[in-house]
């Protein structure tokens, strides 16, 4: 089993930063992509940052140049740096994670979400 665990959310002002963290863990054998997602109330589920295990990015046009993704291969952790941060980015951002577990199967992987709020 693996599971992926978030941190970093939290209220912010407009303008400000936060930094999430997402960490997974369990029967890993190595994980391919990663990804940043965030839903805000109404709306669907949007991408927002992806980056591949070999360090290749991209971003969601509303967040090029403001936001950031890293990872760490060597702790199964993905960042999501975020600047100049907007009320339009309120919103419960989730990570995902394309594993491949000690049996070499692959499958999609979530966390449960962290909220992130951004006042005017």
């Known amino acids: 089993q693996v599971q992926l665990v978030e941190s970093g959310g939290g209220l912010v002002q407009a303008g400000g930063s936060l930094r999430l963290s997402c960490a997974a863990s369990g029967s890993i054998f190595s994980i391919n992509a990663m990804g940043w997602y965030r839903q805000a109330p109404g709306n669907q589920r949007e991408l927002v940052a992806s980056i591949t295990r070999g360090g290749s990015a991209k971003y969601t046009d509303s967040v090029e140049g403001r936001f950031s993704i890293s990872r760490d291969n060597a702790k199964n952790t993905v960042y999501l740096q975020m600047n100049s941060l907007k009320p339009e980015d309120t919103a419960v951002y989730y990570c995902?994670?394309?594993?491949?577990?000690?049996?070499?199967?692959?499958?999609?992987?979530w966390g449960q979400g962290t909220l992130v709020t951004v006042s005017s």
């Open positions: 995902n994670a394309d594993v491949v577990n000690t049996a070499r199967a692959i499958f999609g992987v």
